[in-house]
């Protein structure tokens, strides 16, 4: 009988050392976790950038308008349908294509004369007819303005010159900003003492195109004769860069 006791007490002891030591496995990972002990991080340096590329432009589009008055909405509709025919013939014996060639606007409006305690009298009707001609070559550009000018158009609202290779210019330009963001962080963790480690996160911004060249021109008579000069010049394609570089501080 004594001897069953003490077998049952040390079966005993032994399975409370047991849970005791599964106890202490489970709790010793999560008591470290808990301690608020964080590992150190790489310090991090953020820099922005910006990359630039020239490009020659080889096409361009204008937007040219053919505005008319009358003192009925339909003689004025009337008179801005033949001159836009004449424009778009002209255009168009210029070898380019109806798909170059976009109606982008359309309009009918009054004129109002506006006396003090009376009703708005209306005095006329403006019809104004907006294209947008897309020209394949640059050489075209100042025979195009010319022609329509000639057959009736009396605005033009807008120039750009577009290059068919800026695309290659963008992803030039993305190369570019990156080269001088690792420059400027390694300036900058050199000065603090540092070492660049390596880059951490890097995000292309906006693509920022050739802004529109504005060309407003009077409604007088612009003599047929005169050759329109154009000169395109260069583009500027820019991009902006946000990178993020470790390092290692000074002093370790």
């Given at each position: 009988m004594v001897s069953f006791q003490a077998d049952?007490?040390?079966?005993?002891?032994?399975?409370?050392?047991?849970?005791?030591?599964?106890?202490?496995?489970?709790?010793?990972?999560?008591?470290?976790?808990?301690?608020?002990?964080?590992?150190?991080?790489?310090?991090?340096?953020?820099?922005?950038?910006?990359?630039?590329?020239?490009?020659?432009?080889?096409?361009?589009?204008?937007?040219?308008?053919?505005?008319?008055?009358?003192?009925?909405?339909?003689?004025?509709?009337?008179?801005?349908?033949?001159?836009?025919?004449?424009?778009?013939?002209?255009?168009?014996?210029?070898?380019?294509?109806?798909?170059?060639?976009?109606?982008?606007?359309?309009?009918?409006?009054?004129?109002?004369?506006?006396?003090?305690?009376?009703?708005?009298?209306?005095?006329?009707?403006?019809?104004?007819?907006?294209?947008?001609?897309?020209?394949?070559?640059?050489?075209?550009?100042?025979?195009?303005?010319?022609?329509v000018i000639a057959k009736g158009a009396n605005m033009v609202t807008s120039l750009q010159f577009i290059a068919s290779n800026s695309e290659i210019a963008r992803r030039e330009a993305i190369a570019i900003a990156v080269k001088k963001a690792r420059a400027d962080a390694e300036a900058a963790v050199h000065a603090a003492g540092g070492t660049l480690v390596g880059l951490v996160e890097i995000n292309v911004g906006a693509y920022y195109p050739p802004p529109n060249r504005p060309m407003e021109m009077m409604r007088t008579a612009i003599s047929a004769q005169a050759d329109t000069p154009i000169n395109p010049g260069e583009l500027t394609v820019t991009v902006d860069v946000s990178t993020r570089w470790s390092f290692i501080p000074g002093g370790r």
């Open positions: 049952f007490t040390f079966s005993q002891l032994a399975m409370k050392l047991a849970l005791f030591l599964l106890a202490v496995l489970i709790v010793a990972p999560l008591s470290a976790q808990n301690t608020g002990i964080i590992a150190p991080q790489t310090p991090q340096v953020t820099v922005p950038a910006r990359g630039e590329v020239k490009v020659t432009p080889d096409r361009a589009t204008i937007q040219i308008g053919v505005q008319t008055r009358a003192t009925t909405a339909s003689a004025a509709t009337v008179e801005n349908a033949k001159k836009q025919r004449s424009v778009i013939e002209a255009l168009r014996a210029l070898g380019l294509m109806a798909s170059q060639i976009t109606t982008t606007n359309y309009n009918v409006y009054p004129e109002q004369r506006y006396e003090q305690n009376r009703e708005p009298v209306i005095t006329g009707y403006n019809v104004t007819n907006t294209l947008l001609i897309d020209v394949p070559k640059l050489s075209l550009v100042g025979p195009v303005i010319d022609a």
